[in-house]
């Protein structure tokens, strides 16, 4: 019988998928004339395409679920690097209990059996100090380094509101100054100016932080605080500086409907006379022109995660002519719309917009 050791139990990490090593053309071009899911996908495929080939368009990534735990960071930065992700929205545990984390080093490991028929139980995995996401585990003596190391960034934050937009750039910086060789969504997007906004962002490890933060100081200094207003303003003016957008949701969850609103908040700041020193010059708030979801939810319980993007168009969100819901699981499906997008190469020539720069510059002047 074997022994599991915490080391061996840690000994096989997660690899991300690199999109560049495979070309999903012809697979997504065999889908187009089958049914079901696959069609779905190459319709998926194409609207990404449309929305890269479209340079008027900026184009935004939610991100729900554990993504880059499961091996899809490579993937995001890929898409980061060559500007066919203009900003991002997600979750905070894929932002810093996944990305952060593996920036500063360390992985996420395979878990060895599988979560239907475990040769560890998750009593054992406690005792060992080893969290799970189904078949994947965490070293939480690494987690809470992490946490400390949230703590630390945001202990040195000014004594302000700030966006989670902003927090996370510094995570990004952090990562540069201590870690500027490894792979992370934070790092590269800090890189590339493409901000980030987690609108749970205590909801994650970086909540262990800000607590630990709180904690250590005064009751007359507060230090820092996240402002989650500000993120959903921050958004709002990427809208009115850049009107036509399209989304590419991975997943559903709060990410979905925060970037899906912004068009409803733009357009009051229209109604009111309020949009033009944004930027905005026209008459209407165009909705997002092009969307794509990938979700394993259905619209049966009436929920966010599996409504229809058919439904936001009832809402003033979405457009109909170029939206594609697809039905299954992110970590296969999205692989392949990635790679396929990133051979089309319709991204070439696209500008990097930076928004970060943009928002970071009316922080400053505010
Ligand atoms: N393991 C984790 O997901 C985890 C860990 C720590 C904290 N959190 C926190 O929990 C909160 C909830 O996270 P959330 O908003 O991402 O919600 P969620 O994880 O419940 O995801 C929302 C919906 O997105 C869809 N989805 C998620 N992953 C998918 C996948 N791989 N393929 C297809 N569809 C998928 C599902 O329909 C799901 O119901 C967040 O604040 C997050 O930071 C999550």
Not at 43 to 48: L, N, S, V
Not at 129 to 153: F, G, P, Q, S, W
Not at 208 to 228: P, W
Not at 329 to 352: C, K, M, Q
């Amino acid at each position: 019988m074997t022994t599991w050791t915490k080391a061996r139990l840690l000994a096989n990490a997660v690899e991300h998928v690199d999109i560049t090593a495979f070309d999903a053309r012809p697979l997504i071009e065999m889908y187009r004339r089958t049914a079901f899911q696959a069609r779905n996908t190459a319709r998926a495929a194409d609207i990404y395409s449309e929305m890269l080939a479209d340079k008027e368009c900026a184009v935004i990534v939610t991100l729900a679920g554990s993504l880059i735990s499961a091996g899809m960071k490579k993937a995001l930065i890929t898409l980061i690097e060559h500007n066919m992700i203009d900003a991002i929205v997600s979750s905070g545990a894929n932002i810093v209990d996944q990305d952060f984390f593996e920036g500063l080093g360390f992985r996420h490991y395979i878990a060895p059996g599988s979560p239907e028929n475990p040769v560890v139980p998750d009593e054992q995995l406690r005792e060992l100090a080893i969290d799970r996401i189904y078949d994947t585990y965490i070293n939480e003596d690494e987690l809470r380094e992490c946490d400390d190391t949230m703590a630390k960034v945001f202990g040195e934050l000014e004594a302000r509101p700030h966006s989670s937009r902003e927090v996370i750039d510094r995570m990004g910086a952090y990562l540069a100054a201590n870690h500027g060789g490894n792979e992370s969504v934070v790092l590269t997007a800090h890189r590339k100016g493409v901000p980030i906004f987690c609108p749970a962002f205590s909801d994650c490890s970086a909540g262990f932080g800000i607590v630990l933060d709180r904690a250590r100081r005064a009751d007359e200094d507060r230090g820092a605080c996240v402002d989650v207003g500000k993120d959903f303003f921050e958004l709002t003016r990427i809208k009115l500086a850049n009107p036509a957008t399209g989304l590419l949701m991975l997943g559903g969850g709060v990410p979905k409907n925060f970037v899906q609103d912004i068009v409803v908040s733009a357009e009051l700041l229209v109604e009111q006379g309020l949009a033009g020193k944004y930027g905005f010059t026209g008459e209407d708030v165009p909705m997002h022109a092009y969307a794509v979801q990938l979700t394993v939810a259905d619209a049966r319980d009436g929920a966010l995660s599996g409504s229809t993007l058919r439904e936001a168009c009832s809402w003033g969100k979405v457009g109909t002519a170029r939206e594609q819901m697809v039905y299954g699981e992110v970590t296969t499906l999205f692989p392949l719309i990635a790679s396929d997008a990133y051979h089309r190469r319709a991204w070439e020539g696209r500008p990097s917009r930076r928004f970060a720069d943009m928002l970071a510059g009316a922080t400053q002047s505010a």
